[in-house]
């Protein structure tokens, strides 16, 4: 095998495999990555036991050549050092080739590595989807849906299922959904049309397969088509394959948790409040998710509070857009609510309260596609 | 106690005494930060075992008002909460008040802190400098002294001497010497005249010391006073008061380690030397300190190879300036050799050798003042 690659596109893609290759692996050739010549471009892959990725070189992309003088062939190099020499290359032209004992020869410039590869014959072929299930979906969209959704899964694996986000296309409309059982965050959108044909409720996938996804994706308008099977979800754009497995197990039924009676509502200035927990959380430290108080009071006025006997307390008051319902006194993990309040697109958000011991809920102003509920916490 | 102050000036004084205050201390005191006020302006105190920092906001400055409203009084505050509740503040100016009880009270905007404070006669009183030597010299050329030796002093308490920078004043110079027996870092400057009175060998600043100095001090030509006793050091500028204090035992005669004769010399470009050994270096992490070796070549070309078996080998040849004397074959650390190029400032180094087994000299091309040395290290 050789080829001529430009390193700025090679660097880009060993950095997306790399969020596939872990070092910690049963099997030792999953700590390599995969590199792959044909006539139309150069293929690399990584995989672990939850995702595989494969990331695409074209020849030419757009009338710029990335990859030339290529003699199709393949190999297993260590993942370890790869990334490093790659950027530390001294030129922008790179030139790999492997002779037929695996030994690999990296050139750019004076500067010239051998490498000991492995036989890709021993590299585990990647599963084919023979997807069932299969829709297209604008990248930003996905990152969206990921970015609102993914912090609320649980990071105990004392309900597996939990830890991941629970898919669902239903009635023309996608949904995520995830939740740690004292908060819950959801997106629905309405499908594109040609999706008509799918739906699937108990899609679960693993928080952390859509956190590397999430990293990997560009922003961008361009679409990505997503496959699901009974285990497997693929994720592929023009040059990427991102396959994670699928959660075993029945996710929870999460609709009746949503209240559908309000006692108290506010409207709120979203960063005004965001930034007003933000430090009342400060004193509170010492408890893992540091709780803080909601009160109402008169003239739409909201304070908000914490107090930490060794340390001191905080007030704050500020203006609400408006006020409705019955006075009210709630307490509830700063953190929980930052997250929540951080990936609101919206200047403004209504917040729906149930009573002190109900679960509120948060949503954008002019909107339901976002739905953010949370428990409060208990004081005596 | 009460004032208003300029939200940005007092975090950046927080920030600098910050870097005197640990959380693990004997004397329970020293976690917090004492603040007082006088008619002057507002002065921080941060100190512990081995430095003590004092930041003085003036009540105004160049016509800007920073100080306001002074009611005079001190008081200790936890440092643990402290700057995070100054970053976050809303508003632009914060008002301090502390009642008879010492509770602190921190307003910005309609934020409000309450904290529980210290009484300030409990905070030790800093030892006075009764200043026996004392020079002057530019934060920029102090800074650069640090950065260019700092780096070479040991991190083994084994010769608890070596942790320090020597600092010698004599015949009209002065020396900052670094070493942890594997390498040297030294640097000498003229002093200036108002110095001629200044002599002394065996003063040795911690270079933790120094490492917390030039993260506080500003890149700037305004002058720094340097004031020497038997077991502290004291810089001052106009609103800063660093003191430390200095290691006790003899620093080792250093100047008999510099080899007095040549067999090889190279001149080469800094960068390109510097480059290519990180790159050498970077299939040989396994190692500590990663050996690398050079190599000297006929028509004055260098060769920066290492060979790690498990993982594969790295060569580079690239030309140097001038090449003159035995030819060399010569292993070393590729992080002490990399550590010393990053703090010289000139373009082309001159490095003498005196055989693969002696210590070699790194210099700049057109100067004196820096010097580093570097015990190669035997491979068989």
Known sequence: MKFTIQRDQLMESVQDVMKAISSRTTIPILTGMKVEATEHGVKLTGSNSDISIESFIPIEQNGIVYVENIQPGSIVLQAKYFPDIVRKLPQQTVELEVDDHANVSVRSGSAEFHLNGQDAEEYPLLPQVQAEQSFELPIDLLKGLIRQ???????????????????????????????DSHRLASRKIPMQ????????????????????????????????????????????????????????????????????????????????????????????????????????????????????????????EFQAESLEGEDLKISFSAKYMMD???VMDTEKVNIQFTGAMRPFLIRPMDNDEILQLILPVRTY
């Open 149 to 179: 959704t993914v912090f609320a899964v649980s990071t105990s694996e004392t309900r597996p299922i939990l830890t991941g986000v629970n898919m669902i296309v239903e009635n023309g409309e996608l949904q995520f959904v995830a939740t």
């Open 193 to 316: 049309e040609n999706a008509n044909n799918v739906s699937f409720q108990n899609v679960v996938i693993p928080g952390k397969s859509l956190t590397e996804l999430n990293k990997i994706l560009a922003d961008s308008q361009e679409t990505i088509e997503i496959s699901v099977t009974e285990n497997q979800i693929l994720f592929r754009t023009q040059h990427l394959y991102f396959l994670s497995r699928l959660l075993d197990g029945n996710y929870p039924e999460t609709s009746r948790l949503i209240p559908d009676q309000t006692k108290t509502m506010i409207q709120v200035d979203t960063k005004e409040l965001l930034h007003s927990i933000d430090r009342a959380a400060l004193l509170a430290k010492e408890n893992r998710n540091s709780v803080v108080k909601l009160t109402t009071r008169t003239n739409n006025q909201i304070e908000i509070s914490s107090n930490s006997p060794e340390v001191g307390k905080v007030e704050e």
């Open 340 to 342: 929540a309040l951080k």
